[in-house]
């Protein structure tokens, strides 16, 4: 279990978003589009892009996408004490 508080590898605003993804899994994955996401947390739609992004590259989560009109899944790799 890593501690998100103190990590340094990523931003605060992308622990925020990775602590938001926790409390929304089901069995580790998160089923919502990015869209339903920013709106929830009041940011752009870009900046969720932008930040799965980062959070996928250093190895905490990974976007599983089936091509379908279905929104990608955000499956959770690392959890995360609080």
Do not use: C, W
């Amino acid at each position: 279990m890593i501690d998100i508080l103190t990590n340094k590898k990523i931003s605060v605003a992308e622990r925020l978003l990775l602590l938001y993804l926790q409390e929304k899994q089901e069995n580790g994955v998160v089923n919502k589009e990015k869209k339903e996401i920013a709106q929830e947390l009041g940011i752009r739609r870009e900046t969720v892009i932008r930040y799965v992004a980062e959070l996928q590259e250093h190895g905490f989560i990974r976007e599983e996408r089936d091509y379908t009109n279905k929104p990608s899944k955000i499956r959770i790799l690392k959890e995360v004490k609080r």
